[in-house]
């Protein structure tokens, strides 16, 4: 039984954290969840590892916070955002990680920011937020012309996984705002319809790991790391940001990506590959 003294005292503690901070925790979980699914790749398929993702996130979420809770307190149209968000996550992961099995993590990362700072610029239209999305286009189209040849199937998925991030945030920060502390609630009901969606072409994969404990337990982790730190603390910095700003926000994780790409997974980028990250880097630096 939650007390509510302790709530209250743990939603003040919450509000007093600057949220940039609960950005850059954020951004470094983003990546760092992933590139240690990347590794998992060698025992389980993609999609599999997708299914292991979600389902950790949703089955923490649930001893946690018990979601349904929220859903039956919701209305229709804030139902149907939870329906909608749950989509949203469910098919994101799943082209998030058949991406990451075909291109670089620091590539990946670098498509997956267009579709943000698109909103971004949508929000504010001036000639300098002009000339940040010519960089940005630059960067990852520079990007795409390295991979494109060799593979373009990675590309469609990254840059499936680009629009679908869109929508993240777009739904993202309704389900913040309207549902202020209930916010947590309500991506945790998301979760579970993310684990739903992705079942059919996840537990098949999934369940090669069924026998092996310590791939369960490192999928757990990458469950923890991609679904529930960093989309909490998404939810936590929405509350307190402008949707224009929180996609500004979002230029730390091109370059995140690269540099956990390059720790964890020794994934050295070439030339172009920096050129490219630096560019929608610098139309972010530009952006207003």
Do not use: K
């Not at 979420?61 to 209305?75: C, D, I, L, Q």
């Not at 072409?201 to 490192?218: F, M, Q, R, S, Y």
């Amino acid at each position: 039984m939650r007390m509510p003294g302790t709530a209250t005292s743990v939603r003040g503690a919450a509000e007093r954290v600057p949220p940039a901070a609960y950005f850059v925790t954020s951004a470094v979980f983003h990546y760092l969840g992933p590139a240690f699914a990347v590794l998992l790749f060698a025992r389980v398929e993609p999609l599999g590892v997708a299914w292991l993702r979600v389902a950790t996130a949703a089955a923490v979420f649930a001893a946690w916070r018990r979601p349904w809770r929220a859903v039956r307190s919701a209305g229709a149209r804030q139902r149907r955002l939870l329906l909608a968000m749950g989509v949203v996550l469910g098919v994101m992961n799943s082209l998030f990680y058949l991406a990451l099995q075909r291109l670089p993590l620091g590539t990946v990362g670098a498509v997956e920011f267009l579709g943000p700072v698109l909103l971004a610029t949508v929000a504010v239209r001036s000639r300098r937020n002009a000339a940040a999305l010519v960089l940005v286009v630059a960067g990852v189209g520079l990007l795409t012309d390295v991979h494109l040849v060799a593979e373009p199937w990675g590309l469609a998925f990254a840059f499936g996984n680009s629009a679908l991030f869109l929508l993240y945030v777009v739904l993202g920060h309704r389900i913040a705002r309207d549902g202020g502390a209930a916010g947590i609630d309500r991506l945790g009901a998301a979760m579970l319809v993310a684990t739903v969606v992705v079942a059919p072409v996840g537990v098949a994969d999934a369940a090669a790991a069924a026998t092996e404990p310590v791939v369960l337990a490192a999928a757990a982790g990458v469950g923890i790391c991609s679904s529930v730190v960093p989309y909490i603390c998404d939810q936590l910095a929405m509350a307190r940001l402008p949707r224009a700003t929180f996609a500004l926000m979002l230029s730390l994780l091109p370059v995140t990506a690269v540099l956990i790409g390059l720790l964890v997974l020794r994934q050295v980028p070439s030339a172009p590959e920096v050129a490219g990250v630096l560019l929608v880097v610098a139309g972010l630096a530009v952006h207003r």
